[in-house]
Nanobody, 121 residues
Framework: QLQASGGGLVQAGGSLRLSCAASGRTSIIYAMTWFRQAPGKEREFVSADNWKTSNTYYTDSVKGRFTISRDNAKNTVYLQMNSLKPEDTAVYFC????????????????WGQGTLVTVSS
């Protein structure tokens, strides 16, 4: 089970930190990934954390502004979002996979509920 939190309303240039807490059979997790979905758009990859290698990945539009991190003791992944832009406005979802790390939402079996991030200009 994944529980996402941390969304809210922020002005452009501001920061937010999203959290995604995993519970249950966390030992099966291969990757934890953040996706986002803006109104009228498809769900898109934002960032991922490989729990086996600790490699992290970002989509180009957030590189240098977003940072994914993990607290192993809490089985929680964070997405620190700085220098937010209006185009970052979306519902953000965390997802977990057992075997692969990809940018395709269809490859993820476990999903948290979305958390809304709204960036005002």
């Amino acid at each position: 089970q994944l529980q996402a939190s941390g969304g809210g309303l922020v002005q452009a240039g501001g920061s937010l930190r999203l959290s995604c807490a995993a519970s249950g059979r966390t030992s099966i997790i291969y990757a934890m990934t953040w996706f986002r979905q803006a109104p009228g758009k498809e769900r898109e990859f934002v960032s991922a954390d490989n729990w086996k290698t600790s490699n992290t990945y970002y989509t180009d539009s957030v590189k240098g502004r977003f940072t994914i991190s993990r607290d192993n003791a809490k089985n929680t992944v964070y997405l620190q979002m700085n220098s937010l832009k209006p185009e970052d406005t979306a519902v953000y979802f965390c997802a977990a996979s057992e075997f692969v790390l990809t940018q395709h939402p269809g490859d993820y079996k476990y999903w948290g509920q979305g958390t809304l991030v709204t960036v005002s200009s």
